[in-house]
């Protein structure tokens, strides 16, 4: 691969188009694009793009954008969005950084290999690196997620959340079970924590439960817990059997509790059963279930992506998708901010440079503590073929 990508990257134009029906989010908000411009980029806005997100034309115009067409957005040699935009749009030689989900959804970066776009997917940012982190959209989103997934819960739940004494007598604080600990996890934990709850909280990650006390959590321990964790950080797909033990003691923990809050994800995969229909079948009438998965297949067996729905025992089942999505504000901000260190990060003498020495693009360097086998970093795709160091994608495509 060469030094650079496609002569055509010597104009600095970056493209931010509306993002599809369903999303609310927009790739870059107003106050992002002083940084961009100082960097040497003209901001081309689609009309309407932000409007979702409390962002209006107005705003964009005054920061510097030029509010333009779809066609003259996809006309740029840059492309900033949320969602992967699809194929038909793009043009040769483009560079388009968003979300593309790969390994769910690997005919993306086929479409992509064949017309020669270059894929940047944010999702695949090597977040163990120190200069990730300023760019790592999962967790800036993920954040909200967890943060949002509380207060769905506090809503659908028919009880008050902290301890209060009144002259009319003692309410007691609601029991909050978080399943999981990472990025989202945690957030939970604390903000239910913030709203006067008793919070318990699990991981496979034997590693978390400092960090899951260190937020107001106490940590639900599985006998034969080891450190599930994978050398990019993130939780390895487990046995069947340990799944049932982890299963079996948090959901028993969870029986009496007033809300549970799901958040195994594994990266790349259908989303594991945390809550088999048994255990909601056992939980009390009023109890929330807020499965922060439904997006990929959901957490509790009884989840409907996108409805919440009340279970025959009373249990309240909320599936909403897209979480980040409903605190379109602050998640566009946060995004627009990943995105903008990182386009920032790719400009060399003028141009916008796809490195073999960049590790936030094609990973960490054998040898190095942060490699990891068979995956590189955000750039999947260049000059018309897969980097070549994203093995485990080849083999699915």
Known sequence: MSDESSSKNSVLRLGVPKEPEGESRVGLVPSSIKKL???????????????????????????????????????????????????????????????????????????????????????MIPRRLSRAQSMDVNSSQDNLAGYKAVLLGAAHVPKGIPMMTTSAGTVKPAKVIVMGSGVAGLQAIATAKRLGAIVYASDVRKSAAEQIESVGGRFIEVEGMDDFEDESGYAKPLTPEFIQKVNDTVCAVAMDADIIITTARIFGRPAPITVPQSAVDSFKSGAVVVD????????????????????????????????????????????????TTFYTSLVKDGKVTLSDDDDILVGAPEGS?????????????????VHSKQTRLMEMI
């Open 292 to 339: 922060m998965n439904a997006d990929v297949g959901g957490n509790c067996e009884a989840t409907k992506p996108g409805e919440v729905v009340t279970t025959s025992n009373g249990v309240i089942v909320v599936g909403t998708s897209n979480l980040p999505g409903t605190l379109a504000n602050t998640a566009s901000m946060l995004y627009s901010n990943n995105l």
């Open 369 to 385: 503590d942060f490699f990891v086998k068979g995956m590189g970093g955000v750039l999947l795709t260049i000059n018309g073929e």
């Open 37 to 123: 411009s100082k960097a040497g980029f003209d901001i081309y806005v689609e009309k309407d793009a932000g409007v979702l997100a409390n962002y209006s034309n107005e705003e964009y115009a005054i920061a510097g954008a030029s509010i333009v067409s779809r066609n003259e957005v996809f006309a740029c040699e840059n492309i900033l969005s949320i969602q992967f935009p699809g194929i038909d749009e793009l043009q040769e030689g483009t560079n388009i950084a968003c979300v593309a989900d790969p390994f769910r959804h690997p005919g993306r970066v086929s479409a992509c290999k064949e017309k020669g776009v270059n894929l940047l997917s944010m999702d």
